[in-house]
């Protein structure tokens, strides 16, 4: 009689452990039955998994969904989030600490699925980087890159800094001689970049009202209007 010849069962792992190799779709099976508290992404196919938060990345994050937030709520058609999963693509499922969409309705290159999770690339993400400063500036870099992300900042607070991409044309930008970072995928979106590393929430919220008081705010929530399909 002959032997058929073994091939053992390859069955995913029940946990989510640094350094693993998996697909997007194992890493989000796995992911999905993780309790609330714990926070993973997948970079280049690579699982990453999160050390605690500390309470300067918290605050830093609190400010800038904060600065996102208020931008948001004067410039219709866009939304702003915080530590949300993103589905970048087959080997990518990042959760960055702060990112600001286009809405799909008004001509964003994302989408919600019908689990409420964000398909496609934002068009501005930012990193609250310290323990993952290295990630942050590289892998995770590389993959919003590659899936489409216009306009990434990382703030740095090893470094106490404010660092902004391009990525599209591949190229770190210079913010203002002024300190103030404004974006070009969102017009009127000024950050002061000394009053954030200050947590000088005042200073912040005045510097993105000037911003969202200007010619180029106006024009670009009527391009918004305009391009909202009904």
Not at 46 to 52: D, E, L
Not at 169 to 193: A, H, K, M, V
Request: glycine residues 8%; negative net charge.
């Amino acid at each position: 009689m002959s032997v058929l010849p073994f091939h053992p069962i390859r069955r995913p792992p029940a946990e989510l452990h640094s350094g693993d190799r998996m697909s997007r779709e194992e890493f989000h099976e796995i992911y999905r039955r993780t309790p609330e508290s714990f926070r993973a992404e997948l970079i280049e196919g690579i699982v990453y998994v999160a050390s605690p938060v500390g309470l300067e990345h918290g605050r830093s994050d609190g400010l800038l969904i904060t600065v996102l937030n208020v931008y948001a709520f004067q410039t219709p058609g866009v939304e702003p989030a915080t530590n949300t999963t993103v589905i970048l693509g087959d080997d990518s499922e990042p959760q960055p600490d702060v990112f600001l969409r286009i809405l799909p309705e008004c001509g964003g290159q994302t989408r919600t699925t019908s689990e409420t999770y964000v398909v496609g690339a934002p068009e501005l993400v930012a990193e609250v980087a310290y323990s993952s400063r290295a990630i942050d500036l590289g892998a995770k870099q590389r993959d919003y890159a590659r899936y489409g992300v216009h306009e990434y900042l990382v703030l740095s607070l090893a470094d106490q800094e404010l660092r902004w991409f391009d990525l599209r044309q591949n190229r770190e930008l210079q913010i203002d001689p002024d300190g103030i970072l404004r974006s070009q995928t969102f017009p009127g979106l000024w950050i002061d970049r000394d009053r954030l590393l200050a947590r000088d929430g005042p200073g912040l919220m005045q510097t993105l009202q000037r911003g969202l008081a200007t010619p180029e705010h106006a024009a670009f929530v009527a391009k918004l209007a305009e391009a909202r399909q009904p």
